[in-house]
């Protein structure tokens, strides 16, 4: 079992930047894959980002490439997504998924690939 918390999430201006984070707990952190995942209000959760175990390869959605960035801390079990130049089509319910099955190479941006989930954490962009 992995469980997972997100923090960070709020209600920001145009413009503005955010620091998400999610801290798991349960098994070895460094032996999986994290990804970030967003879900707005009537739309199907999408992916965001994701990042290789030990943290050297990253890959992102076209649409936040260049302002977001996931990077991770293995030594305190915590994933991060700094979102800076955010737009109101960023809002959504942002979530950190854990996928245990594969390396790197065999990354997925499937929601299905993700065996965990956090419960969530809302990001509101206005305008």
């Known amino acids: 079992q992995v469980q997972l918390v997100e923090s960070g999430g709020g209600l920001v201006q145009a413009g503005d930047s955010l620091r998400l984070s999610c801290t798991a707990s349960?098994?070895?952190?460094?032996?999986?894959?994290m990804g970030w995942f967003r879900q707005a209000p009537g739309k199907a959760r999408e992916f965001v980002a994701a990042?290789?175990?030990?943290?050297?390869?990253?890959y992102y959605l076209d649409s936040v490439k260049g302002r977001f960035t996931i990077s991770r801390d293995n030594a305190n079990n915590t994933v991060y997504l700094q979102m800076n130049s955010l737009k109101p089509e960023d809002t959504a319910v942002y979530y950190c998924?854990?996928?245990?099955?594969?390396?790197?190479?065999?990354?997925?941006?499937?929601?299905?690939?993700?065996?965990?989930w956090g419960q969530g954490t809302q990001v509101t962009v206005s305008s």
């Open positions: 349960g098994r070895t952190f460094s032996n999986y894959i």
């Open positions: 998924a854990a996928d245990l099955s594969r390396a790197w190479p065999g990354m997925s941006v499937a929601t299905s690939a993700y065996d965990y």
């Open positions: 990042i290789s175990r030990i943290g050297v390869n990253t």
